[in-house]
T-cell receptor, first 114, second 116 residues
Framework: KNQVEQSPQSLIILEGKNCTLQ??????????LRWYKQDTGRGPVSLTI?????NTKSNGRYTATLDADTKQSSLHITASQLSDSASYIC?????????????FGGGTRVLVKP | KAGVTQTPRYLIKTRGQQVTLSCSPI?????VSWYQQTPGQGLQFLFE???????NKGNFPGRFSGRQFSNSRSEMNVSTLELGDSALYLC???????????????FGNGTRLTVT
């Protein structure tokens, strides 16, 4: 069964500090892995999309890494800001004969404190 | 460019009723997909439409249905509502012509459905 597991479920960090979120998946065959940021009461916003051949991708202070061999990804937030308080969702697209399927992780809720 | 627009923003219905949610994609986007988000199950894929055809479907009962119009606008219908259908329903559009390829999904802010 295709699964996406994220850790930790939640974390609290101080403004200005860095943090790293983890995503492990069993989806196979793999098409791409996406990270989304979801503010409370809003829809998710795309941060990065990585294909099999990409090891790292950045979007401002957000840097995602992908190890397709171990089926692991991480999202690193540098110099956190209060506006980084949100849920971060890892999504894996898997290749299937009937069309690619998206499998969602449960998300990591990040709270940045001043 | 306007983003993905979902209406209504909030909806309260009673068990047994049916509901129709609307989604207007970003101009030029022909792929529209729907998702259910609950605290317990997280985000789950409902279905995806492209050029008025359902191209992909998640594991939801037949009470959940949708359609897409020639202008790419989409509607989702839930019949015989149950308490467990209370959720945030999100719509996303993509410029992708392939099936969940390498283009990002652009989400609306959702319709929060409460079933009493």
């Amino acid at each position: 069964k295709n699964q996406v597991e994220q850790s930790p479920q939640s974390l609290i960090i101080l403004e200005g500090k860095n943090c790293t979120l983890q995503c492990n998946y069993t989806v196979s065959p793999f098409s791409n892995l996406r990270w989304y940021k979801q503010d409370t009461g809003r829809g998710p916003v795309s941060l990065t999309i990585m294909t099999f051949s990409e090891n790292t991708k950045s979007n401002g202070r957000y840097t995602a890494t992908l190890d397709a061999d171990t089926k692991q990804s991480s999202l690193h937030i540098t110099a956190s800001q209060l506006s980084d308080s949100a849920s971060y969702i890892c999504v894996v697209s898997g290749l299937q004969a009937a069309g690619n399927k998206l499998t969602f992780g449960g998300g990591t809720r990040v709270l940045v404190k001043p | 460019k306007a983003g993905v627009t979902q209406t209504p923003r909030y909806l309260i219905k009673t068990r047994g009723q049916q509901v129709t949610l609307s989604c207007s994609p970003i101009s030029g986007h022909r792929s529209v997909s729907w998702y259910q988000q609950t605290p317990g199950q997280g985000l789950q894929f409902l279905f995806e439409y492209f050029s008025e055809t359902q191209r992909n479907k998640g594991n939801f009962p037949g009470r959940f249905s949708g359609r897409q119009f020639s202008n790419s606008r989409s509607e989702m219908n839930v019949s015989t509502l149950e308490l467990g259908d209370s959720a945030l329903y999100l719509c996303a559009s993509s410029i992708e012509t392939g099936n969940f390829g390498n283009s990002p999904l652009h989400f609306g802010n959702g319709t929060r459905l409460t079933v009493t």
